[in-house]
């Protein structure tokens, strides 16, 4: 609220990421802090705009590291800061981390994990829309099938996810697939 973020698209991005997150279980090895972590990520992935609308990322970034937020460690403030920063940019190699914040490996996996899944929920609500009334998650062999409850036209959302996939298919080595609820 402060950050003046689109309150209606932080709602239906975190609505599909945990979604995501939570239909995942089996194979992300992450528990209930990670996806706490998560959804603090959704929550402050825009608040950069209040700063700048062209580097969103970086501001939000800012804005994360200089804000204390009760309740979180030093630690799982940078992890949500990282998420939001790698939202929109290109995701560095380990190498480039740790040479630059210190970043053990721990860490840059579960910043990928969480990047990963913001990244598809992010692209699910690319108009601002709110187009998605439900999803429901399947693990299916090499596939994620995000099966969607829509009855409005998903062509953006379906474009943007597949520019996401591929990075979601290198972090968790499976390949997310949307697909439309039959009776929508």
Sequence with gaps: KRYSSEKSHIQGTSKLALGIFDGMKKIHGMGA???????IAVLL??????????????????????TEIIGLSNWEREVIADVVLYNTR????????????????????????????????????????QKIQGLRVVLRDTELQVILDSARDLTLEMGLLRRQSEFFKEIYGIYPVLKRKRNA
Aim: glycine share 2%.
């Design 45 to 66: 992935h825009d608040c950069g705009k209040y700063i700048s609308m062209e580097k969103v990322a970086e501001c939000s970034y800012n804005i994360i590291m200089s």
């Design 33 to 39: 802090r990670e996806r706490l972590l998560l959804q």
């Design 90 to 129: 290109d995701f560095d190699t380990f190498e480039i981390m740790k040479q630059r914040d210190g970043m053990d490996k721990r860490t840059y996996l579960l910043v990928a994990k969480l990047v990963a899944i913001l990244r598809l929920a992010n692209a699910m609500d690319r108009s601002h829309y």
